[in-house]
């Protein structure tokens, strides 16, 4: 079984930064995928940021391109999610995920991913 915990989440002004960790537990993390997606309160979880197995290809959700930065340390089994400038609607609940065996390449769904974490909460407010 595979667990993934999150942390680092917490209350914050606009314009103000926070770095999301996640530690996994299993050995197959260096061969997957791994993901960040984040859902608000009355909408639909949504993809923010994914990044390969090695670290060295990131993707990233338009809304937050240019301001989170996705990266992972293979050693620690762990990935880390920083966002600066945050915004209001950056608030929700954050969760990693752990992806299948997939090519990369191509836009990735939920479906695309097994194992979630239960989540950290961000709050900006303005």
């Known amino acids: 079984q595979v667990q993934l915990v999150e942390s680092g989440g917490g209350s914050v002004q606009a314009g103000g930064s926070l770095r999301l960790s996640c530690a996994a537990s299993?050995?197959?993390?260096?061969?997957?995928?791994m993901g960040w997606f984040r859902q608000a309160p009355g909408k639909a979880r949504e993809l923010v940021a994914s990044?390969?197995?090695?670290?060295?290809?990131?993707t990233y959700a338009d809304s937050v391109r240019g301001r989170f930065t996705f990266s992972r340390d293979n050693a620690k089994n762990t990935v880390y999610m920083r966002m600066n400038s945050l915004r209001p609607e950056d608030t929700a609940m954050y969760y990693c995920?752990?992806?299948?065996?997939?090519?990369?390449?191509?836009?990735?769904?939920?479906?695309?991913?097994?194992?979630w974490g239960q989540g950290t909460q961000v709050t900006v407010s303005s």
């Open positions: 995920a752990r992806g299948r065996t997939l090519p990369w390449g191509r836009p990735l769904s939920e479906a695309d991913f097994d194992y």
């Open positions: 299993a050995s197959t993390f260096s061969s997957r995928p």
């Open positions: 990044i390969d197995q090695y670290g060295g290809s990131t």
